[in-house]
């Protein structure tokens, strides 16, 4: 799963250390070095969990852990730190925590125990999703539709997955610019209209039509079957063009 991390650490060799770590395994990361940053990031952007060292150089995190509950902020927060006492996690449980690892931590566990939180916060207990005859597996990242296996490149399948994760929601052309890029060397808004086409295109050679709706004016959102009952507003759609009425883009 393509996830947007937010790692709270004080000590920058064990964050960039971490950081490392986190990239290896897919997960766009921002980093916060202090916990008043941490809570003000944490306000501001919508992060999938927050990666929370409790020894940080201002106010230590069960401060963070606090403040971000009273702000009543539901992003899901991982403690992640030496402390490893029973009295220190009960702090952190009670403080809002909604897990706490260890460190030195197993990368593999890490990461899994990260997508576990995440797919629970999302209302997803299995790691596989499914919108009428599409299928995505989060673990093995293969889409199938009616059982057959549809190969998408890297990035098509990162938009399908947050079309998936946010479904029924409306998604601007730069929040699909944010979950690919993450902020860093974005290309021209009109590269996710390439995507969504040749997104769509495959989708439907292999029997999913009509997934993806576009809102004009908005962006995109995803359908299924069930959904058929209740179409969009005239006004607030628009037709679909084809691959001719794209601009060309090479490298892709």
């Not at 399908?160 to 998604?171: A, F, I, K, N, S």
């Not at 439907?204 to 993806?212: M, T």
């Amino acid at each position: 799963m393509n996830m947007r991390v937010l790692l709270v650490e004080g000590n920058g060799s064990a964050a960039r250390g971490t950081s490392s770590t986190l990239r290896s395994v897919g997960y766009m990361i921002d980093h916060a070095m202090t916990g008043h940053e941490a809570v003000e990031m944490l306000r501001r952007y919508d992060y999938d969990l927050a990666l929370l060292e409790m020894v940080l150089p201002d106010i230590d995190g069960y401060e963070v852990l606090r403040a971000a509950r009273a702000a009543r902020l539901d992003t899901p927060i991982v403690a992640l730190s030496s402390l490893n006492g029973a009295q220190a996690k009960v702090r952190a449980f009670s403080a809002g925590a909604d897990d706490y690892i260890t460190r030195p931590y197993d990368t593999p566990e890490l990461a899994a125990r990260i997508q576990a939180i995440v797919r629970r916060s999302k209302g997803y207990s299995q790691p596989v999703l499914q919108a009428g005859v599409v299928r995505l597996s989060l673990d093995s990242r293969e889409v199938t539709v009616k059982g057959r296996l549809v190969h998408l490149t890297g990035k098509e399948y990162m938009i399908l997955e947050l079309l998936m994760l946010r479904r029924g929601t409306v998604l601007s052309k730069f929040a699909f610019l944010d979950h690919l890029y993450g902020g860093m060397d974005e290309p021209e808004m009109k590269i996710i209209d390439v995507f969504i086409c040749k997104l769509r295109k495959k989708l439907q050679l292999a029997g999913a039509k009509d997934v993806i709706t576009t809102v004009w004016g908005q962006g995109y959102m995803l359908r299924d079957e069930t959904d058929g009952d209740t179409p969009l507003p005239p006004a607030m759609t628009k037709p679909q063009r084809s691959s001719e009425d794209l601009p060309s883009l090479a490298a892709i």
